[in-house]
């Protein structure tokens, strides 16, 4: 039982280049979720998925897409990455009883 | 929309009692979530208040008052491990499984 996977750890754009982040859960969960966290801040929601074949905004979406490819996977895309952009990014899945899987983050760094 | 405030830091001695208040703004509140991150981890779920009262948890509780849109985690018998930030979360009903996230309190615990 994995939980939720993330790839890559770790990973290094010029501005302008696309690359997209991959994340699957293994417990069945319904709802997942994109976050970013910047140095000594919170964590802000990007984009989340209540279900297979749904996506919605969170509070940061601006220069993101996502797929929910099937109930296992929920992807997070950046089309043109900017500086702006380089941050921690964490991909979540929610229990029924309200607890939240994380996976183990993904350091983005944009130049 | 939802906003959640709860202090940037508190600094305690091994022993002590601390208490991390959070205060959220939502129009459809459905529970309040705590969560622990050690620097360089991703976050990990406490605990989880949806009716008044204390939740109790080993040497951590959580409290929630619905009508004064409060709660607050108490860590008590504070070890060095203990030093971390902790992050309160609230989910909205009316805005399906939006789950926001508060900026975080770094608790720094001190021989």
């Known amino acids: 039982n994995a939980g939720v996977t993330q790839t890559p750890k770790f990973q290094v754009l010029k501005t302008g280049q696309s690359m997209t982040l991959q994340c699957a859960q293994d417990m069945n969960h319904n709802s997942m979720y994109w976050y970013r966290q910047d140095p000594g801040m919170g964590l802000r929601l990007i984009y989340y998925s209540a279900s297979e074949g749904t996506t919605d905004k969170g509070e940061v979406p601006n220069g993101y897409n996502v797929s929910r490819l099937n109930k296992r996977e929920f992807s997070l895309r950046l089309e043109s990455a900017a500086p702006s952009q380089t941050s921690v990014y964490f991909c979540?899945?929610?229990?029924?009883?309200?607890?939240?899987?994380f996976g183990s983050g993904t350091q983005l760094s944009v130049l | 929309g939802q906003s959640l405030e709860q202090p940037s830091e508190v600094t305690a001695v091994e022993g002590a009692i601390v208490q991390i208040n959070c205060t959220y703004q939502?129009?459809?509140?459905?529970?309040l979530s705590w969560y622990q991150q050690h620097d360089g981890g991703a976050p990990t779920f406490l605990s989880y208040n949806a009716l008044d009262g204390l939740e109790e948890t080993g040497r951590f509780s959580s409290f929630l008052s619905r009508s004064d849109s409060y709660g607050y985690l108490l860590l008590q018998e504070l070890q060095m491990k203990d030093s971390a930030s902790y992050f309160c979360?609230?989910?909205?009903?009316?805005?399906?499984?939006?789950?926001?996230f508060g900026g975080g309190t770094r608790v720094l615990v001190k021989p």
């Open positions: 979540a899945s929610r229990s029924e009883n309200e607890k939240l899987f």
């Open positions: 939502t129009s459809g509140f459905y529970g």
């Open positions: 979360a609230v989910r909205d009903r009316t805005a399906g499984n939006k789950l926001t």
